[in-house]
C-alpha cells in the first residue's frame, strides 16, 4: 500500500491538469517560497515538524488574550488529551500542543462571539496550520471544512484529524463521496480552485494569520467564490484573527480587492477583521477609501508626518511621547492579571507536559531569540 506522502503527491499532480497556470500559481505559497520556510516533506516521518507549529513562544500571550468560560476550558482539556495522545502515538515526542492551542481557544471563542446564528455551524477555515481549531469545533459539535495549499501542514493535518476522529473525518483528496454530516472534511486546494466544483455550503469562513501572506489572486479567488455562493446575505461572515506577515506591502490593495468583489469589512476589536456579503455597503467603503487616498490627502498625510516626526526629535516632543506611551492609548498594550480561571487552565496544560517546548522554540531560544 503507498504511503500518506506518496498518495497525495500522486493525486496533486493528477489534479494540476484540471487547473490553469494562474490558478497554480495563486496556490503556489509565494511568501514561503521567497522565505525559504519548508512546506513539503519527502516522507510522514518528516510531519513532526508540523505539530504545534507557527506559534512558538506565544504561549502566555495567547492565555492573555482568552476569555474566561468553563465549557470552552472543558473543551481545550479534552482536545489537549487528545493531541498528547497523537503524539504518543504516533510523534517521537510528547506533546499536548498549547502553543497553537491556545491560539487556537482564542479563535474559536472569537467566532463563537461573531456566530450569524445559534445551534451547530458550518465552518471552513482556510490555512488551518496545525489543525487545532478544526478538533475544538468538531468536539464543540460544529461542521468543520479545511482548506490548506500547503503539502506538509494538509498531511499532518490529515494524520491528526483522521486519528483523532476516525470515520468522522472525510479527505476530499481520496474520494468525492463525503458521508453526511462528516465532523471534518479536508479540501484540497486544487478542489478549491476548480471552479466547476461546488463549494459546500459555509455559514463561516476563518483565515487566520495568512490573508496579506497569500498571492493576491488566491484572496480574489476566495472571495470571488465565497460571494457567488452567498451572495448579499448578512448571515454569513469571513473572520480573519490577525492578516499575517504583510512582507509584500500589498494590504491596502488587498482590502480594496475585497471591497470590489462585494465584502464591506468590520474591525471588532484590534487584530480582528470581519467581512459581510454586502455588495452596497463594500461599494460606499471604497468610495471613501478613495476620497481619502486622493493627491492632496496624501501629500497633507506627509507633510503631517513630517511635522510630528520633526516635534519627536524635540526635547518637548520626547516629552510627550513619554507620557502618551504611559497612558490610555497604551492601556489594550499593558500585562493584565491572568484570572484564576486562565490559571488554572495554564496550569493543566503545563503539568499536562512538564517543561513543553516546540522543537522551534527550543531552537530559536538556544539562538538567542526572545521573540517569536
Given amino acids: 500500500m503507498k504511503d500518506l506522502v506518496t498518495r497525495y503527491n500522486e493525486v496533486e499532480l493528477q489534479a494540476r491538469a484540471t487547473v490553469s497556470n494562474r490558478a497554480i500559481e495563486a496556490f503556489a505559497?509565494?511568501?514561503?517560497?521567497t522565505l525559504g520556510y519548508p512546506f513539503k516533506v519527502g516522507s510522514e516521518a518528516e510531519l513532526w515538524r508540523y505539530h504545534d507549529s507557527m506559534q512558538d513562544g506565544r504561549f502566555e500571550r495567547n492565555l492573555h488574550l482568552i476569555q474566561d468560560s468553563e465549557h470552552d476550558f472543558d473543551l481545550v482539556r479534552k482536545t489537549a488529551k487528545q493531541i498528547l495522545d497523537f503524539s504518543e502515538c504516533c510523534l517521537p515526542f510528547r506533546s499536548c500542543g498549547k502553543h497553537a492551542l491556545t491560539r487556537s481557544l482564542y479563535q474559536y471563542q472569537l467566532i463563537i462571539q461573531n456566530r450569524p446564528h445559534d445551534g451547530k455551524l458550518k465552518i471552513l477555515e482556510i490555512g488551518p496550520g496545525s489543525g487545532y481549531l478544526g478538533i475544538l469545533l468538531a468536539n464543540d459539535g460544529h461542521e468543520y471544512f479545511a482548506m490548506d495549499a500547503a503539502q506538509a501542514f494538509y498531511l499532518y493535518q490529515k494524520k491528526i484529524w483522521s486519528h483523532t476522529f476516525q470515520s468522522d473525518y472525510f479527505d476530499y483528496s481520496e474520494s468525492v463521496n463525503r458521508p453526511i454530516n462528516t465532523k471534518i472534511t479536508h479540501l484540497p486546494w486544487w478542489r478549491f480552485a476548480d471552479r466547476s466544483v461546488a463549494l459546500p455550503e459555509i455559514d463561516i469562513v476563518t483565515v487566520n494569520h495568512a490573508l496579506v501572506e497569500m498571492h493576491e489572486n488566491a484572496v480574489k479567488l476566495i472571495f470571488s467564490r465565497l460571494y457567488r455562493l452567498w451572495g448579499d446575505n448578512p448571515k454569513k461572515i469571513v473572520l480573519a484573527e490577525s492578516l499575517g506577515y504583510d512582507y509584500f506591502k500589498r494590504k491596502h490593495k488587498m482590502f480594496a480587492s475585497i471591497q470590489e468583489l462585494g465584502f464591506s469589512s468590520a474591525r471588532p476589536q484590534a487584530g480582528v477583521y470581519i467581512w459581510v456579503p454586502d455588495s452596497n455597503a463594500a461599494q460606499s467603503q471604497l468610495t471613501q477609501t478613495k476620497s481619502q487616498t486622493s493627491f492632496w490627502n496624501r501629500a497633507k498625510t506627509k507633510i503631517f508626518q513630517k511635522m510630528i516626526s520633526r516635534l519627536l526629535k524635540t526635547s518637548i516632543g520626547r516629552q510627550l511621547a513619554k507620557m502618551i506611551g504611559r497612558g490610555p492609548l497604551k492601556k489594550s498594550?499593558?500585562?493584565?492579571?491572568?484570572?484564576?480561571?486562565?490559571?488554572?487552565?495554564r496550569t493543566f496544560l503545563d503539568e499536562l507536559v512538564p517543561g513543553e517546548l516546540t522543537p522551534d522554540e527550543s531552537f530559536l531560544k538556544y539562538l538567542g531569540q526572545k521573540t517569536f
Fill in 29 to 33: 505559497l509565494e511568501l514561503w517560497n
Fill in 333 to 345: 498594550e499593558q500585562t493584565t492579571e491572568l484570572s484564576l480561571q486562565v490559571r488554572n487552565l
